[in-house]
Nanobody, 119 residues
Framework: QVQLVESGGGLVQAGGSLRLSCKAS????????MGWYRQAPGKQRELVAY???????VYGDAVKGRFTISRDNAKNTVYLQMDSLKPEDTAVYYC?????????????WGQGTQVTVST
């Protein structure tokens, strides 16, 4: 059974930084892509960023230039460094992964971690 466990959310002032981590586990699970989506109250879930096994990354327009995604394949862990945070970044952030190339977003989701950016 695949599990994604997130950590690192919290409360930060605008302009500050946070780092999220997500570790994937499960017998034989070797995710092709790992990433983050977020959902703010009253809004649809949106892509933050994802990174594929080879290291190429894709970012949502709202976070380009401010967030950096990376992964450690040996640890099946993905990280999201969030800098220059804005109040509009406030949302629940969900880790996402799949071992199928074409399944995007993937079938596996974390439980979500709250990020709150205050003014």
């Amino acid at each position: 059974q695949v599990q994604l466990v997130e950590s690192g959310g919290g409360l930060v002032q605008a302009g500050g930084s946070l780092r999220l981590s997500c570790k994937a586990s499960g017998s034989g699970f070797n995710p092709y892509h790992m990433g983050w989506y977020r959902q703010a109250p009253g809004k649809q879930r949106e892509l933050v960023a994802y990174v594929v096994r080879g290291g190429n990354a894709v970012y949502g327009d709202a976070v380009k230039g401010r967030f950096t995604i990376s992964r450690d394949n040996a640890k099946n862990t993905v990280y999201l460094q969030m800098d220059s945070l804005k109040p509009e970044d406030t949302a629940v952030y969900y880790c996402n992964a799949d071992d199928e190339v074409a399944t995007l977003p993937g079938d596996y989701w974390g439980q979500g971690t709250q990020v709150t950016v205050s003014t």
